[in-house]
């Protein structure tokens, strides 16, 4: 059974930096796309970031590319979200996702919630102005 455990949540001021991280067990996660959503209250869970299982990256264009890097160490198998000079409206619970076996190599629509077969429990990040 896939279980992944977010991590490194937590209450910050505007301008400041955290990073997230996700493990996966139950499997490797070296392979595997894995991905970063947030839900805000109210509103819809979106896409934020991925890496394919060979390492290729892709970020939501309009509010977070040049701020957010996403990452995995394989060893670990854990991926991270590194965020920085963090705005009030990056305020939302955080999750991270894989794919099934059978979208281990899935590179177009890797940004769609629909591809994901397994999620986390989500944290929480909270930004003050």
């Known amino acids: 059974q896939v279980q992944l455990v977010e991590s490194g949540g937590g209450l910050v001021q505007a301008g400041d930096s955290l990073r997230l991280s996700c493990t996966t067990s139950?499997?490797?996660?070296?392979?595997?796309?894995m991905a970063w959503f947030r839900q805000a209250p109210g509103k819809e869970r979106e896409f934020v970031a991925a890496?394919?299982?060979?390492?290729?990256?892709?970020y939501r264009p309009d509010s977070v590319k040049g701020r957010f890097t996403i990452s995995r160490d394989n060893a670990k198998n854990t991926v991270y979200l590194q965020m920085n000079s963090l705005r009030p409206e990056d305020t939302a619970v955080y999750y991270c996702?894989?794919?099934?076996?059978?979208?281990?190599?899935?590179?177009?629509?890797?940004?769609?919630?629909?591809?994901?077969?397994?999620w986390g429990q989500g944290t929480q990040v909270t930004v003050s102005s």
């Open positions: 996702a894989t794919t099934s076996s059978g979208r281990r190599f899935l590179v177009a629509g890797i940004q769609q919630l629909a591809v994901y077969d397994y």
């Open positions: 139950g499997r490797t996660s070296g392979n595997y796309p």
């Open positions: 890496i394919t299982w060979s390492g290729g990256t892709t």
